[in-house]
């Protein structure tokens, strides 16, 4: 029998925290009235989560890598980074969603985004096969019913039918390739496998493969990215942005510990795939961009874009590529955030997410457009925010392992990110509504979306200027997986 090992409780203390305050949401809606209840419902949610991650912050910060759970959970700085991640993105996320009509006020709404946290926060760190397929699956679930929500909206019907359907596809596939995995080795634990599986053969190439249908689908890479554009737009535009970040962001995170843990004796191998999908998902999201004028479908392929961006660091397979892999994952994570945020905050006013909504934004909501051009500078690699820093980091990362090719792509499909990011601020600084007087048509932004928004903005400016804090964070991250 194990001994009780009191860093076991701190290695899971967010995930107990987690459930601790979903049922508390769920015990208190029935007491709440109708009229407060989404500002109830979105500041304990919201407030919830940042106790948890302070009281994690203090508590549960790890020392020496270490195994816990039976193996079952890595208690390491890279899981627990990405639990921060997580956590912070479904406390602004829980702020965006208080003003969403027929979701702001469902306490299920926010049950769903907790649940989908503790999945995400599992996955960082699952060091078991069986762990991580119930984690990945922990996390889907509750966004596939996230995004099909609005059940008297057809879109939103339409794109939670399609995650689910795509998503349930390539989980299977990919819980086939975990079983091949294991019926190779015997094994399911990560930091097992590694002595077992074998080196490079066909075989190999195919488990392989099967494993990374489903991760490339989580992260959405080429060609497994086509349910994004439809889901994005139908989804509430609170969960796309939740989905376009802290799910990607866990989709990453399992790659960076598996392939790198799991996979290292086939590294020249799949370093060469994940090149020619980086290059692949980086050119189709950002040529595709081009074309939209739905700005959810538009930002949708940006986030296509930029999982190839994020790749290159995995590419690299160097501790510099997966420090810069997770400090590209920062940056956008408040980049994106902010984005998906400013097009809900406009949506909820006009109705519309199309670009002519936008028509002089800097004059119907100064402080809101003036948000929208931190946020899309950084989106396209402009100094001296976030997105800048983390270009940088990524494609360094890649000259210095020779992929000097694929850093060359990676700024050519910078340039091009980059004109259709000004497009949509020529359309709030230099358009005009037609025969209308900007001033009788404001867009108010309520004091949920006010102090998220803020937060996010500051947050991109600090983590392009003051970058070292947060390279160091990604750093002591990554080099638990060399």
Same mark, same amino acid.
């Given at each position: 029998?194990?001994?009780?090992?009191? #860093?076991?409780?701190?290695?899971? =203390?967010?995930?107990?925290?987690?459930?601790?305050?979903?049922?508390?949401?769920?015990?208190?809606?029935?007491?709440?009235?109708?009229?407060?209840?989404?500002?109830?419902?979105?500041?304990?949610?919201?407030?919830?989560?940042?106790?948890?991650?302070?009281?994690?912050?203090?508590?549960?910060?790890? #020392?020496?890598?270490?195994?816990?759970?039976?193996?079952?959970?890595?208690?390491?700085?890279?899981?627990?980074?990405?639990?921060?991640?997580?956590?912070?993105?479904?406390?602004? /996320?829980?702020?965006?969603?208080?003003?969403?009509?027929?979701?702001?006020?469902?306490?299920?709404?926010?049950?769903? *985004?907790?649940?989908? /946290?503790?999945?995400?926060?599992?996955?960082?760190?699952? &060091?078991?096969?069986?762990?991580?397929? =119930?984690?990945?699956?922990?996390?889907?679930?509750?966004?596939?019913?996230?995004?099909?929500?609005?059940?008297?909206?057809?879109? @939103?019907?339409?794109?939670?039918?399609?995650?689910?359907?795509?998503?349930?596809?390539?989980?299977?596939?990919?819980?086939?390739?975990?079983?091949?995995?294991?019926?190779?080795?015997?094994?399911?634990?990560?930091? !097992?496998?590694?002595?077992?599986?074998?080196?490079?053969?066909?075989?190999?190439?195919?488990?392989?493969?099967?494993?990374?249908?489903?991760?490339?689908?989580?992260?959405?890479?080429?060609?497994?990215?086509?349910?994004?554009?439809?889901?994005?737009?139908?989804?509430?535009?609170?969960?796309?942005?939740?989905?376009?970040?802290?799910?990607?962001? &866990?989709?990453?995170?399992?790659?960076?510990?598996?392939?790198?843990?799991?996979?290292?004796?086939?590294?020249?191998?799949?370093?060469?795939?994940?090149?020619?999908?980086?290059?692949?998902?980086? /050119?189709?999201?950002?040529?595709?961009?081009?074309?939209?004028?739905?700005?959810?479908?538009?930002?949708?392929?940006? #986030?296509?874009?930029?999982?190839?961006?994020?790749?290159?660091?995995?590419? %690299?397979? @160097?501790?510099?590529?997966?420090?810069?892999?997770?400090?590209?994952?920062?940056?956008?994570?408040?980049?994106?955030?902010?984005?998906?945020?400013?097009?809900?905050?406009?949506?909820?006013?006009?109705?519309?997410?199309?670009?002519?909504?936008?028509?002089? *934004?800097?004059?119907?909501?100064?402080?809101?457009?003036?948000?929208?051009?931190?946020?899309?500078?950084?989106?396209?690699?402009?100094?001296?925010?976030?997105?800048?820093?983390?270009?940088?980091?990524?494609? %360094?990362?890649?000259?210095?392992?020779?992929?000097?090719?694929?850093?060359?792509?990676?700024?050519?499909?910078?340039?091009?990110?980059?004109?259709?990011?000004?497009?949509?601020?020529?359309?709030?600084?230099?358009?005009?509504?037609?025969? !209308?007087? !900007?001033?009788?048509?404001?867009?108010?932004?309520?004091?949920?979306?006010?102090?998220? *928004?803020?937060? =996010?903005?500051?947050?991109?400016?600090?983590?392009?200027?003051?970058?070292?804090?947060?390279?160091?964070?990604?750093?002591?991250? &990554?080099?638990?997986?060399?």
């Amino acid at each position: 029998m194990t001994a009780f090992v009191p #860093s076991n409780i701190f290695a899971i =203390l967010p995930e107990i925290l987690l459930l601790t305050l979903a049922l508390l949401v769920l015990i208190l809606d029935p007491f709440w009235k109708e009229a407060s209840r989404h500002l109830n419902l979105g500041w304990l949610t919201a407030g919830g989560l940042l106790l948890t991650l302070a009281v994690s912050l203090v508590l549960a910060r790890p #020392s020496a890598p270490a195994l816990v759970f039976g193996g079952m959970l890595r208690y390491d700085w890279l899981g627990f980074a990405f639990k921060m991640f997580f956590l912070f993105s479904a406390a602004i /996320t829980s702020l965006f969603m208080m003003d969403v009509e027929r979701l702001g006020r469902r306490a299920e709404a926010y049950m769903l *985004l907790l649940a989908a /946290t503790l999945g995400m926060s599992l996955m960082a760190s699952a &060091a078991d096969l069986v762990m991580l397929y =119930l984690a990945i699956e922990t996390t889907s679930i509750p966004l596939y019913i996230l995004a099909g929500f609005l059940t008297g909206d057809e879109k @939103s019907t339409e794109s939670g039918f399609k995650y689910l359907l795509f998503g349930a596809l390539t989980s299977t596939v990919m819980l086939y390739g975990f079983s091949l995995i294991y019926g190779f080795s015997g094994k399911t634990g990560l930091y !097992e496998l590694a002595a077992s599986f074998p080196t490079f053969s066909l075989l190999a190439l195919g488990v392989l493969f099967m494993v990374l249908i489903g991760l490339a689908f989580k992260v959405s890479l080429f060609p497994f990215h086509f349910w994004a554009p439809d889901v994005y737009e139908g989804a509430p535009t609170p969960v796309a942005g939740f989905l376009s970040t802290a799910s990607k962001a &866990a989709g990453f995170a399992v790659i960076l510990r598996l392939f790198m843990v799991v996979f290292p004796s086939i590294s020249t191998d799949w370093s060469l795939i994940l090149a020619i999908l980086a290059t692949l998902t980086m /050119t189709v999201g950002n040529l595709i961009a081009l074309a939209q004028k739905n700005i959810k479908r538009m930002l949708a392929y940006s #986030s296509i874009a930029h999982a190839g961006y994020a790749m290159i660091g995995v590419v %690299a397979f @160097s501790q510099l590529g997966a420090a810069s892999a997770v400090f590209y994952l920062i940056a956008y994570i408040l980049t994106n955030l902010a984005a998906f945020g400013i097009v809900a905050a406009v949506g909820r006013v006009t109705g519309s997410d199309d670009l002519k909504a936008y028509y002089g *934004l800097s004059r119907r909501a100064p402080t809101l457009a003036l948000m929208m051009m931190v946020a899309f500078l950084s989106l396209a690699g402009m100094p001296p925010f976030g997105g800048f820093v983390a270009k940088v980091f990524v494609f %360094a990362a890649a000259v210095e392992q020779g992929w000097v090719w694929l850093a060359v792509v990676g700024v050519l499909n910078s340039i091009i990110g980059l004109y259709y990011y000004m497009i949509v601020l020529k359309y709030v600084y230099l358009y005009r509504m037609e025969n !209308e007087d !900007e001033e009788k048509h404001p867009i108010p932004i309520s004091r949920p979306y006010a102090i998220a *928004l803020t937060i =996010l903005s500051i947050g991109i400016i600090l983590v392009g200027v003051l970058f070292g804090p947060w390279f160091g964070l990604a750093s002591s991250s &990554a080099a638990n997986l060399f």
